[in-house]
């Protein structure tokens, strides 16, 4: 049976950046979209060439992709011609192969936004899609408010549409810019743009999350005959977001009639990227990640309902509608029961350490972990630190080296020159083989510049650990990730330490205290901790 | 035009309580019954009676409501009749007017779940019914796995819900238990149901979201004449969730065709509330409410692209697809980089601060935001300090006083007991109206628990500002959030802090440094700051 290819078209990057609180760096943005071509997305928005330094920069250095990096702008501006359109010719100097511009559809908003007449903004439409093409470049028009403009003014939005397809659009994209537009309406109104002559082939969809029906509505377009989807990973975007790529990918490859009768160019072996993806984007954007998120959120394959996890040990199917190793999620069954005991073993072994079935260090294991997540830890994103929990609990951990106490401090105040200047100095005292040891250190990095108290405190800690010195000494601090959250009544601050030593080896660890200092010394701890380990 | 009444089911205290990390108390049940109530839902499906302690005590003493409280259980079990079942009768005793029943409606979970016979599983269920209605209740049946049951053998689901119905259940609801159905299918099985002669107005959906479809599927099997919606709020529910209602409820008063076509118990008036009482559910559970949740999100009406800016100025309606004071929510124009001049001089006036469309300082303020953006603050949720930057580019920001050092210490060490504690102390240097003033304070709080270095410096910056004590001293934080973020070629922190009065007054301030403890001092200056300026 022959699949009909279906076009991705990615906008985490332009649409995506419309989130509120969202910033991406040019050097984010390169990162994005390598993640993005391992998925096998065909179209990567880049951002809009000239709004902003970030996007111009991005496109100065894009990375080399198999997926089509696009620049977005807009239709060039009345009463100048497409090549005499500085905004237009910002977006063309990013030497784009593909160029998506945004037109109006919708009368109401071509006379009251742009102030322009019907005839005037089809004509700007027209020739900007026109310059694209003369130019070689291939044209995308997102055609903006084009289902709220086809309810108003059915022969106008048509007629956009019809303007950018002779004028040599590859691809009209109907746009539900405000995301009001119901599934159902959706459906019928891209059938209704297919049997007015615009082919399915050229078409694509782009819809919002307004009313929680972004991808839903996305499918409704597909049903209908639309043959490219814009959306963004995690949902990003204006307002309630874009629909999810994260959502549409799995469904349009694992669920009927879509894996079926439909092909993409993501490829199942891509496709168990999928949850480590969305879970890397919300490290880049440092958001706690959705853990309700359909297919890859933490919570996707839970299950907490006691008839539902007794079912599930007999058979998954039973409460799974697909196997989540198919986007490299995992099931998680309540740690109480016997299944917990069973997923630990398993999660431990993964950690070369072998415990037998019926230890009773596995209760005990899975008490503490329970009791230190309700305390604000988590081990999910802490292999290091529930590993030495884990030994801890086993006995099977060296006492390598003891702290006695430390003092950290922090300062700010003028120098000789009148300007305000901040350093902190820590002094850390260990036991190593009996023998006690003095270490300080401040925070000033050789640039000369301050960075703060845990990384002086950090570097005290690694002066000198005696016979351990050698093992510690390629080890660095490469992440440091902070969050306020519950410990119990009280709002605690959470650390997540990302270290690295010289081999490439990388791991992660937590401390959590109302004091962030503190929070910050256990996860460096523990990072130490596990290096020695390694080397033990 | 008459409108068909659709029913509003509500189960946030039964499979709400299924999210992985919520745990109600009786108490707090109590308060969402009371809350959904005043939204004007039909049903409060309050918990199991017997399953457990808290559910057991929410029926003893359930709110009075308009409500119908019901209670939920399963079926009588193989090998007993209805009234013999523990189970069931545990059920029952909790006295409410109406009881949901949850029997299976797909023939591998019969045989493989249950391991009895399909005769025997249809025998359960209408004898546990005919002992509802025996018994005076009004009874509901949950139709388990219906959709996959229907796919697999639709003459055994549709037996299973033949049976319910003719021993007299009120209702027979369709559930997609696994989440796995999409909407167009949900749309035609349903549509299939009422074919087959189970009339709609007896028919329930009940939707979860493991592709994000829960509200569409909902909305597909109302189209198909189910008339009774289960849903929660917030969507919370098993894995990814069940249908949020709060989606389901606006859109249904207020989109087409649902507007026209259906009411429901909710008033215009109550769904005012909607939004509060969306934040007052994640506040009883000390979750951070979804900024881009549906309809009541803080991000819902926000509008951060430039041109949707400038047109939302001119016209709501132009990128807005509903007035969002009819669910309770708000506008947001937030600053950004992407913002215009327009823009800004919009978010000024909100602030109080007059400027005239050309006045050169709109392009310094733009600059210097743009600069410090870059730097990584973000001034979209921190408004305070974006007024604060406004009115020092203009010129009409007070010096109420000079920080003229600071210093804080942190120290773990052991204490007589021979156990390690923690604890900050903090001074501050200010000079106010030319008097130099030195304030200590230390991290305890009144419990003893050491607070870390934030509060210490937090308390001694509040400690003695002169004549301007009186104004801070109502003065709070009562929130404070970190992040590691990009400046330059740097990572920095970002700490935004918000703070409160005793009129009730709440502002967020951002401080940026790659020291979290300056970063988190500037953010306070800036709380403080603000605080004075409204008081000036």
């Known amino acids: 049976m022959t699949r009909t290819r279906l076009t991705l078209y990615d906008t985490t990057l332009r649409d995506g950046q419309q989130t509120q609180g969202v910033q991406f760096s040019t050097a984010e943005k390169q990162r994005i979209a390598e993640m993005l071509d391992t998925l096998g997305v065909d179209y990567i928005e880049g951002g809009w060439p000239g709004a902003n330094p970030t996007d111009s920069a991005f496109f100065d250095a894009a990375p080399r992709t198999r997926a089509t990096i696009t620049a977005f702008g807009m239709t060039k501006r009345a009463g100048r011609s497409a090549a005499n359109d500085d905004v237009l010719a910002a977006v063309m100097n990013a030497g784009t192969s593909a160029v998506c511009l945004v037109g109006k559809a919708h009368d109401f908003h071509v006379e009251r936004a742009l102030g322009i007449t019907l005839a005037e903004n089809t004509q700007n439409i027209a020739s900007s899609i026109q310059h694209l093409v003369s130019e070689g470049r291939e044209a995308l028009l997102d055609a903006e408010h084009f289902f709220d403009g086809y309810k108003a003014n059915p022969g106008y939005a048509l007629e956009v549409c019809r303007a950018a397809l002779d004028a040599g659009a590859r691809w009209i994209v109907l746009c539900d810019t405000n995301g009001g537009t119901l599934p159902a309406e959706i459906g019928r109104i891209t059938a209704e743009v297919i049997a007015a002559g615009i082919p399915g082939d050229r078409l694509g969809i782009h819809t919002h999350n307004d009313t929680e029906n972004a991808v839903a509505g996305a499918l409704a377009a597909v049903d209908a005959g639309a043959r490219q989807i814009q959306g963004t990973l995690n949902g990003l975007g204006e307002r309630c977001g874009n629909a999810s790529l994260t959502t549409l990918i799995p469904t349009l490859l694992l669920k009927e009639p879509y894996a079926n009768r439909y092909e993409t160019g993501v490829t199942l072996e891509a496709l168990q990227n999928l949850s480590r993806v969305s879970r890397k984007l919300d490290d880049i954007l440092n958001r706690v990640p959705q853990r309700q998120a359909a297919y890859v959120g933490a919570s996707a394959f839970a299950h907490k309902a006691g008839l539902h996890a007794s079912a599930i040990l007999k058979d998954p199917s039973t409460y799974e509608h697909i196997d989540p190793a198919l986007v490299g999620n995992a099931r998680i069954i309540p740690m109480s029961n016997q299944a917990g005991q069973s997923n630990l073993r398993r999660r431990l072994a993964e950690a070369g350490i072998e415990v037998a079935p019926n ?66 100095e820590a002094v850390v005292v260990v036991k190593v083989d009996g023998e006690k040891k003095l270490s300080v250190s401040e925070s000033m990095d050789d640039t000369g510049s301050d960075r703060g108290p845990v990384n002086a405190l950090s570097k005290a800690l690694a002066k000198d650990l005696g016979r351990y010195q050698s093992a510690i000494d390629d080890m660095r601090l490469v992440d440091f990730k902070v969050r306020i959250t519950q410990g119990g009544t009280e709002a605690v601050t959470r650390v997540i330490i990302d270290s690295e030593d010289g081999q490439g080896n990388r791991w992660s660890t937590v401390g959590v205290s109302a004091n962030i200092v503190d929070a910050s010394f256990d996860a460096l701890l523990d990072a130490i901790n596990w290096k020695l380990l390694q080397d033990a």
């Open 359 to 424: 230890d009773p260090a596995l209760a005990l294991i899975l008490d503490q972990i329970k009791e230190r997540e309700a305390e604000g830890y988590t081990y999910d994103s802490a292999q290091a630190s529930f590993e030495l929990l884990a030994r801890r609990a086993l006995g099977t951990l060296p006492d390598f080296f003891e702290v006695k106490r430390y003092k950290v401090t922090v300062e700010r105040r003028k120098n000789k020159h009148d300007r305000m200047v901040s350093l902190s």
